[in-house]
């Protein structure tokens, strides 16, 4: 698909809440050219850092683990058919540079299969392929925005505003189909992990949660509540060494399952 002309809106990224934001097609786009683009941010949760501000989430888990037993989930207008998704390694951080582009690749089948931690069925309603490397960049700036349109859809490194772990901006077409998104991950303020080190401290972070996470929003689910359904994957932010939610929890499974329905 050619490079699409999109009126470009700006988005404000804040902590702990989703972007979203609704662009509209040029006037001289035919019906079937529309393209819409949506943005996601996920944040992190300072509970656990020293001098952070705890929430209600670390509280939330531990008065009981609901991650099977809380159906919550958040449908979006768009959803996934086929994708075919690129990876671009420039800026990754040397210590996940050999796991890195394998942890992304198994959080994008975690989804396109629906795995869980609830003993749920695999779901077979969308299909993601992985298409190789790439030098393209993922179309989203460093002030955390959807930059443009190339018809490709690449996760990469680089730069994004305070608090904001990972960034996803999503195209899809007037009949909801999702015909791309690009996701950028931060390289510049936050330590990643993909097997979590032993007595893990401070501000380290899981990138399969993360991408898992990523990959529901290009999927077509949104937020749920940080402190009511704190077990979900798609609570809008992460907690440092947390490894609880790289899998579904019934929410997530349940939403990916709304959405074969649309």
């Excluded at 079937?32 to 992190?44: C, G, H, P």
């Excluded at 210590?95 to 629906?114: E, F, Y």
């Excluded at 303020?189 to 979590?196: G, I, L, P, R």
């Excluded at 798609?234 to 329905?261: E, H, I, N, V």
């Amino acid at each position: 698909m050619g490079r699409n002309r999109i009126t470009a809106l700006v988005a404000t990224t804040v902590a702990a809440s989703a972007v979203v934001v609704a662009q509209l097609p040029v006037s001289t786009a035919t019906a079937d050219d529309r393209l819409y683009v949506v943005a996601e941010a996920f944040t992190f949760d300072e509970a656990g850092i020293p001098g952070g501000d705890a929430n209600a989430t670390t509280t939330a888990k531990a008065a009981a683990d609901t991650s099977c037993s809380d159906g919550t989930y958040a449908l979006k207008t768009w959803k996934v058919g086929t994708l075919t998704w690129l990876y671009n390694s420039a800026g990754v951080p040397a210590t996940i540079a050999s796991t890195a582009l394998n942890t992304i690749t198994t959080s994008t089948n975690t989804v396109a299969k629906g795995t869980n931690r609830c003993d749920l069925a695999n779901l077979t309603t969308s299909t993601y392929t992985y298409g190789g490397t790439t030098t393209l960049k993922p179309q989203v700036s460093s002030n955390g925005s959807c930059s443009g349109n190339d018809g490709k859809s690449v996760t990469g490194w680089g730069a994004l505003p305070t608090k904001v772990l990972a960034y996803t901006c999503t195209f899809y077409n007037a009949r909801g189909v999702v015909v791309a998104s690009d996701t950028l991950i931060d390289n510049v303020a936050y330590t990643w992990f993909t097997t979590k080190p032993a007595n893990c401290t401070g501000a380290q972070y899981d990138l399969e949660t993360t991408l898992t996470h990523e990959r529901l929003h290009t999927a077509g689910l949104g937020h749920v509540d940080q402190a009511r359904n704190a077990a979900q994957t798609m609570t809008p932010a992460s907690s440092p060494c947390d490894t609880s939610r790289r899998l579904l929890g019934a929410g997530d499974y349940a939403g990916l399952k709304a959405l074969a329905s649309k």
